[in-house]
């Protein structure tokens, strides 16, 4: 039940329904999922509720099998840019029933029944929310987790092109010293100090190679987004045969690379990483509530319509609601 979503051309490709759900409501027993997909849900929900601590609200899952597939000319560029400007519960709901689901599996039991340190480590969201397989049932905050990601990125890639002064990169990452066992080897785990890459927002990102320390902000800034592209996208991203283009008077013959991604979510993370590397111009949301990042096309100014709206009406309140 994989869709396979082409990356480097358009493709007609059949999606599943999916329907937006209130996890509160959600009898299982009553979805007409056939036996196998009925146990993945049932085996989902329980683990996304343990590992969330309850917390859960409302879910994407895969519709009931009454519901007929639909088809769609999938083109992948563009489709971060789409993804990023989510604002909304009804936003990611309209996306998800177009493109389907992202294809992050719930976490398994040992992580979610394990008093281990270590493995209830694993219950934190770049981890829990990044593990690619096929899913039936994919909570809201999974959503708003990779759209903020999408976003701090975006932001990140913004700031390193744009910043004058590295001071301006400190309000996207931040560098902290941590003491503790850090090496791969049993004879490397000795208590040491090394720097890590936190989002401004608490999360860390990745530890700094001993190489980097002595660097300036704009090469971590840069290495941070190497590395956090290829955490995205690994495991998600296929390469397969394309077309074969034969000679006729020499009778060699190349064979041309498509890539695909079963994953919805690895062909968003691929469309951010070729945004990167093509050296799109990325702007921020001039509606003063936003600011989120978007890819800039034209005269364009706002995320999205939306946000245009919004900026004219403060516009108009701010000149006493006259036009």
Avoid at 4 to 15: A, D, E, Q, V
Avoid at 143 to 167: F, G, P
Wanted: glycine share 4%; aromatic share 12%.
């Amino acid at each position: 039940m994989y869709n396979y979503y082409p990356l480097s051309h358009s493709s007609k490709i059949n999606l599943y329904p999916v329907e937006l759900v209130s996890i509160e409501n959600l009898v299982v027993e009553q979805q007409n999922l056939g036996p196998g997909s009925k146990e993945l849900l049932k085996e989902s929900i329980k683990n996304w509720r343990k590992a969330s601590g309850e917390n859960m609200s409302f879910a994407l899952k895969l519709a009931s099998l009454e519901r007929d597939s639909h088809q769609i000319i999938f083109n992948n560029d563009g489709l971060m840019d789409k993804f990023a400007s989510l604002k909304t519960i009804k936003d990611i709901e309209a996306f998800s029933m177009k493109y389907g689901l992202l294809g992050i599996t719930h976490p398994d039991n040992l992580q979610v029944n394990s008093n281990s340190p270590a493995i209830m480590a694993t219950l934190e969201p770049p981890i829990l929310f990044t593990k690619y397989d096929f899913s039936v049932f994919e909570p809201i905050e999974l959503w708003q987790w990779h759209i903020d990601e999408v976003r701090r990125i975006l932001r990140l890639y913004h700031t390193a092109r744009k910043a004058n002064s590295e001071e301006l990169l400190y309000e996207v990452i931040e560098i902290k010293l941590h003491s503790g066992r850090f090496g791969s080897l049993a004879e490397d785990r000795e208590i040491t100090e090394r720097y890590f890459v936190y989002w401004t927002n608490g999360e860390v990102i990745l530890m700094l190679p001993k190489e980097f320390e002595e660097k300036s902000m704009l090469d971590i800034a840069q290495y941070t987004l190497a590395k956090i592209l290829e955490l995205r996208i690994s495991g998600g991203i296929n390469l397969g045969p394309g077309e074969v283009i034969s000679n006729t008077s020499t009778k060699e013959f190349t064979i041309t690379e498509q890539r695909y991604s079963k994953y919805l979510l690895a062909a968003i993370y691929y469309d951010l990483w070729q945004t990167i590397n093509n050296s799109k111009n990325v702007y921020l949301c001039e509606n003063r509530n936003c600011r989120f990042p978007f890819v800039k096309s034209g005269r364009k100014k706002y995320c999205n319509e939306a946000c245009k709206q919004e900026a004219y009406r403060i516009r108009i309140v701010e000149k006493g609601g006259k036009e």
